[in-house]
């Protein structure tokens, strides 16, 4: 069950669900209601050949009665009638008795007395009855000895040699020597004297009995023409009197009824309508028993048809039945797809629609007619829903563009507010800086100057006090000014570098050479303490208008940061 489930979810497409809708009906219930019907039919049809045969086994039945009625009447008729009495008056019984015989049919007829009436004879409960005044009439079975006590013709006619017949029960019997007789006797008065009429009609080889019945019941005059229809004697399950043919004109007389009819009729006393094995073919067969005047069953009546004509017009109907199935198949299942395609196909397009219009295709649409039906009605709607979906995707991209480009402008103000904030940032922070470093400047350069300036009045002391003696050490005291006022500049250049405002604010014209030569004297320590050496290269570059100041602070950072990017020398 979860696997047709499973197998169910994963295929439930509405093209095999409208599949399933369309041609289960043809391809599964039309077959299951078609069997069902010929099933249902062929077995009424067997119906219909059961009680055929029974209706024919019946006429028979009716026919042997009538047969056996009718020979007991016309014996205890005679038996009553004033020429027997006439005939044995004038001595001419015997001759009387032999007319009447060939009249009546019979095989043997004959008056025995009560007193001549041997234990033999006195066995047969059909004389018993004459003997009490009562007429009776039965089918009794004779021994070979009975039939040659009263005719050896009788006796060779029953004798029959035993055919191998297929499907019959096993024998060691060669031949069937007793002889089925319509058996009858009646009380007869001769001279005052009370005997018995005793006659019969013997079955064995009687054509003309067997032939009545089947053209009684088959309606044909001659039953060589048409051997499908048949019917049989029975004494016991030898066949003593039959139309079934072994080939052409030969009857199957001594052939043998099968194991299975014979079990059920003989051995159980049931009335057989089956088909059944009949010689060498299947019959339609029906079978009843025969009771003797012991009550006892001592064979069978039988009447059947071949069934292979019933057969192959059965093959025939069920083949046309089941050829006309497959042409209504045939011209109903496009009918059933072209319908159903009516329905999957605008569902396949729609699908196929909103699969384009997952993958980015906006424009897709179905398109289909809007006189096709309630699936084009919402096949249209789809359309104007997607087409209403195509708009605001439109106007979103329109927004997001119109977004894009605020989000850029306003992130271009950003980054200039940014880099101005950062240009303000490092500005503050070289302000910080240059603040420290000027105050640290001038206050180096206080500390500088005032013993510069003692040094100064020191050496100016010296001069006046010495005089003329002074001449010996001029050279000496002429170095000492001389480095007392380079070292006042250099104070006053550090006080200019660190404090420009007071020392001015206004443009002037500067030499570059100048300009880079202080520089160098503020920052000496910084490439002195390493091996780097720096080498001056100037041009005839005229004089500049600029802010010293600036200029020189430009000057030392290149010249802090060309120290720095080297790796201790150069």
Known sequence: MNFWSALYRRKRSVRLQLLVMALVPLMVLLPVLLVMGISRWNNDYNNLLIAKV?????????????????????????????AIQKAAENGQLNDFLTVEKDALGLDFLSIVQPKSIDEHMQKWPVVQSALTGTARTAVDLFEADDLLMIDVALAEQAELILIPTEAAVPTDKVAETRGMMIHTAAPVSINGSQRVLVGGILLNRNLDFIDTINTLVYQRKNTAEDPRGTATLFLEDVRISTNVRLFENVRALGTRVSAEVRRAVLDQGQTWLDRAFVVNDWYISGYLPIYDSFDQRIGMLYVGFLEEPFRLVKRDAIAMMWIAFIGVLLVFIPVFLRLAGGIFSPLERMTKTMQQV???????????????????????????LLDEVQER???????????????EERTAQLQEANQKLETTYQQLVMSEKLASIGEITAGVAHEINNPVAVIQGNVDVVRLTLGEQAEPVKTELDLIDRQIMRISGIVGKLLQFARPSDYGKFEE??????VTQDSLGLVDHVYTSKDIEVKLEFSNVPDVKINPSELQQVIINLIINAVQAMDGKG
């Open 54 to 82: 029974e209706s024919e086994l019946q006429v028979a039945e009716q026919y042997l009665q009538r047969i056996v009625g009718a020979t007991g009447t016309s014996v205890e008729a005679l038996a009553a009638s004033l």
């Open 509 to 514: 014209y500067v030499n570059l050479r100048d």
């Open 358 to 384: 997952e993958t980015g295709d906006l424009t897709a649409r179905n398109n289909l007619n809007r006189t096709g039906g309630e699936i084009a009605e919402v096949s249209h709607h789809l359309d104007h």
């Open 393 to 407: 995707d439109k106007q979103l991209r329109e927004w997001a563009d119109d977004l894009n480009v605020r989000v």
